[in-house]
């Protein structure tokens, strides 16, 4: 990766600073073997941290994707993957007491959790999220992080506007902020629950529903089309992974980051329009694109108000977004060549 942090926690000598600090603790993460869930099973394993990871490989998106994730990982030594749906009770034998569990698990995307979808929606981000948080107070296990998303804003997005009101307009929203709510409920039991609103996130191994994942493979001659969602003017503060990790590590270590709620913002506000440019100049080839209507539930615009990160987190974001990309741009082509070298192989 060449893209580089600048953050105090994360800097060059982060893995000795660490450990000087914080030693060599055990540590949780639901959702282990997803997009974000992978690069931070990768970070803290870099810092030190003996990590065991939860996923149940949902198959909502191939599991050959995350498998592929967790490569590197899985041939660390500090690593244990336990391949159920949050089977957080059997930790406590595995782990002694883990300092912090990371809870990533969850059923993301806006348009599957309508209709039907919303039985998956609810099941994977309400009804295990207070699993997560009730085995963690029952076991003693102190403190969790919890990936939240500003979908909970809904279309309330203003830079300048310091307490908008949460008021999702999508039942993936809903079922995210019910998450947060739940959280709430149990810091009055006493466990430490940060939340991190995460901004829509982007770099390598992006999920498969993911616009900027589907524009990459959209510019392969016979790849699939990439369906525009509106006229495309719609807006989001896009986040790179590895920023979003640096995040979320901070907050689960940081003593002041107990019970606080964080949005977690690359930076910057940029079209979908402005993207497709970006994606077809790195590709050096066009998007096959079509346009649909813009469906129910996409935020013309999104803006994270990050002020409370930086002053707690020492938090800010480090990657530009035409960096980022080019990471990603990398790593499509990667799989890409090896998806080719099958082919000739057979
Ligand atoms: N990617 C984004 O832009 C974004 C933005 C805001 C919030 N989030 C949140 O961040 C988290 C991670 O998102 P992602 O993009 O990495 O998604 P992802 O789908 O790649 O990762 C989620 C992982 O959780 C696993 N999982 C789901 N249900 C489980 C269960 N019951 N038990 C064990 N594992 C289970 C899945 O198999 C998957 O590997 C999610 O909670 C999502 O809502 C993501």
């Known amino acids: 990766m060449s893209v580089q942090s600048s953050n105090i926690l994360f800097g060059p000598t982060a893995t000795t600073k660490f450990q000087e600090q914080y030693g060599s603790p055990n540590v949780v993460v639901t959702g282990a073997a997803g997009f974000i869930g992978s690069h931070l099973v990768e970070r803290l394993l870099l810092l030190g941290c003996r990590v065991v990871g939860v996923d149940d490989f949902d198959p909502w998106y191939d599991s050959t994707q995350k498998r592929d994730n ?21 930790l406590r034998g595995m782990l002694g007491d883990p300092s912090v569990v990371f809870h990533l698990a969850g059923r993301p995307g806006v348009q599957d959790s309508w209709g039907e979808g919303f039985v998956e929606s609810s099941h994977r981000n309400i009804d295990l999220t207070q699993r997560v948080y009730e085995m963690c107070l029952t076991n003693g296990f102190p403190r969790v992080v919890y990936a939240s998303s500003s979908s909970v804003y809904g279309a309330n997005a203003n830079r300048h ?5 949460l008021s999702p307009i999508s039942p993936y929203g809903v079922s995210k902020l019910v998450g947060e709510q739940l959280g709430q409920v149990y810091r009055l039991r006493g466990l430490n629950v940060a939340c991190l609103r995460y901004f829509t996130v982007f770099g390598p191994r992006q999920r498969p529903d993911m616009a900027m994942h589907r524009m990459f493979e959209a510019t392969r001659p016979n790849g699939p089309v990439f369906m525009r969602r509106g006229d495309g003017s719609q807006s989001r503060e896009f986040t790179y992974v590895e920023d979003v990790v640096e995040a979320t590590i901070a907050a689960g270590f940081i003593d002041e980051a107990q019970n606080c709620t964080f949005d977690i913002g690359g ?18 080839r066009p998007i096959r694109m079509e346009t649909v209507d813009l469906p129910a539930g996409d935020p013309p615009v999104t803006v994270a108000r990050t002020q409370l990160a930086q002053e707690v987190l020492g938090w800010e974001p480090c990657v530009e977004l035409l960096d980022g990309l080019a990471e990603q741009a990398r790593w499509h082509q990667h799989r890409w060549t090896y998806a080719d070298s099958l082919l000739i192989a057979d």
């Open 267 to 284: 930076g910057s506000v940029t079209s979908l329009n402005e993207v497709i440019q970006i994606v077809e100049q790195l590709s050096d």
């Open 70 to 90: 967790l490569a590197w990982a899985s041939a660390q030594d500090d690593f244990d993957l336990i391949e159920e749906p949050l089977a957080i009770d059997g």
């Open 161 to 165: 506007d310091l307490t908008p009101e």
